[in-house]
């Protein structure tokens, strides 16, 4: 007697424990035990399908009955589903053959390994309903701002916890270069993805997507939130520049000075949240040529020859203009490239220059070698111009070439034209990415 009280006991236990779980509602609490117990009986009996199981969760108990068919005691076939009429007699006298008897069964009596297996298939039914929940949750919430509060650190990634404990990952990669988090801090990031492999769900955050940016300035400019100005386009190097192209549509509202402000006070919350990483806004337009010149901003560009087919643009500055073009280790023509999706050739002006005739390089093949050629055709330098034209630090660094085989190649290139004026290579600090060649990268 006493093991059939401690059995019910952990029996009760196990509706209590399911009971306190406050994020399921009631109806689906029920469907889930009934589910449950059914699962268990269709185990223990082979079918669930004559049994009756009524869930109260409230008091904390299930009612579970039995139904079977009367029949002669030497003709019962299957002991689940018919009684032998003598013992349905047992349970009321006046039973007959062919009669139904429901019968009351206690799942106590079942033994301990039964109601193990019981609670075994509630939890695991209940983290199938939590996981369902997370991923309905999220699902649609992709391109939302969040906050959360870190819970853990680790070299890879930050787990976040939002306000119902559910676990949210900020990737390494997703975070700004400056972001440094403690447990407990809170942090602002929109949700890049939400992974559902296996059906468990993982919510993944970021703070380098420009939709993370986009976010962030419909917070803190009205007109941007209202719909008043429209973001078009957004290119990032996370913590460090940005460029965002903006229109209006209401003729009376600027929209480079509605979302800088003065002296950049509109922005200078997003700033902040950035990590300090600067922020340029321009007008956009659908002329491509006046984009890339307002894209290549502070640069004063003299003159733009457009290759639509191939998206590519080059561009003629005055000597005193490149640097300024290609910005600090190249961050102003990568983000232009990226800004307008343009591969952006950038190429030096030189006043009285007499036209020439350009050369292709594999015409050099005889004076320089082969391998040499490839790599700087790898660049995109096709002719004679285009090395002469381009930075010569850039033809050592990105060309992954020496020093000496840079000028030997200049020099040959320079004996062909007989000038050392009009190949004069453009004097620029060294780009991250090749100034002659800066390809647009793929926004989220």
């Known amino acids: ?6 059995e019910t006991a952990s029996l009760i236990e196990t509706f209590a424990e399911f009971k306190e779980d406050k994020n399921i509602d009631i109806t689906t609490m029920m469907g889930v035990l009934e589910e449950s117990f059914r699962s268990v009986i269709a185990k223990l009996f082979g079918s669930d399908e004559n049994f009756d199981v009524i869930v109260n969760p409230e008091k904390g108990d299930c009612e579970i009955y039995r139904n079977r068919t009367v029949v002669a005691d030497d003709e019962v076939t299957d002991s689940n589903k018919q009684i032998a009429l003598s013992a349905a007699r047992e349970i009321a006298p006046d039973y007959e053959v062919g009669e139904d008897v429901a019968e009351e069964i206690h799942f106590a009596d079942f033994g301990r390994r039964a109601i193990l297996t019981l609670r075994q298939t509630l939890a695991s039914k209940i983290l199938e309903l939590e996981h369902d929940a997370l991923y309905n949750k999220y699902k649609d919430r992709v391109g939302q701002l ?22 949210l990952y900020l990737p390494k990669s997703q975070q ?6 403690h447990k407990g801090d809170t942090v602002t990031a929109v949700i890049d993805r939400v992974d559902n492999t296996n059906g468990n769900p993982k919510i993944y955050l970021s703070r380098t997507a420009p ?3 986009q976010r962030l300035l419909e ?10 100005i429209r973001i078009c386009r957004i290119a990032r190097i996370p913590g460090e520049r940005a460029k965002i192209a903006v229109e209006s549509y209401d003729d009376r509202i600027d929209p480079v000075g509605a979302c800088v402000g003065v002296k950049g006070s509109r922005i200078h919350g997003v700033v902040r949240e950035l990590h300090n990483e600067n922020i340029d806004v321009i007008n956009f337009t659908n002329n491509t040529a006046l984009f890339i010149q307002r894209a290549l901003n502070p640069a004063q560009v003299s003159n733009i020859v457009l290759h639509e087919e191939e998206r590519k643009a080059e561009v003629y500055l005055r000597p005193e203009e490149v640097s300024l073009a290609i910005g600090k280790g190249g961050m102003n023509i990568k983000l232009a490239s990226m800004l ?13 220059e007499e036209e020439t005739e350009d050369i292709y390089l594999d015409e050099f093949s005889d004076e320089i070698d082969q391998w040499v050629i490839d790599a700087i055709k790898a660049l995109g330098l096709e002719t004679a111009k285009d090395v ?22 200049l020099r040959v290139l320079r004996a062909e034209f007989d000038t050392d004026e009009q190949a004069a290579p453009a004097e620029a600090e060294l780009p991250a990415e090749p100034a002659a060649e800066a390809a647009p990268e793929e926004q989220s």
């Open 1 to 6: 007697m006493a093991k059939k009280k401690t």
């Open 146 to 167: 969040i906050s959360a509060e870190v819970y853990q650190t680790w070299k890879s990634e930050t787990l976040l916890m939002d306000d119902d404990k559910n676990e």
């Open 176 to 181: 700004i270069p400056r972001d440094f988090f």
């Open 211 to 213: 939709a993370f940016l």
């Open 219 to 228: 917070n803190e400019i009205p007109e941007v939130g209202e719909g008043l």
């Open 340 to 352: 307008t999706e343009y591969t952006i050739d950038v190429f030096r002006e030189v006043e009285g």
């Open 388 to 409: 002469l034209n381009a930075p010569r630090e850039m033809l050592i660094e990105k060309a992954d070439l020496e020093e000496d085989t840079v000028d030997e190649l």
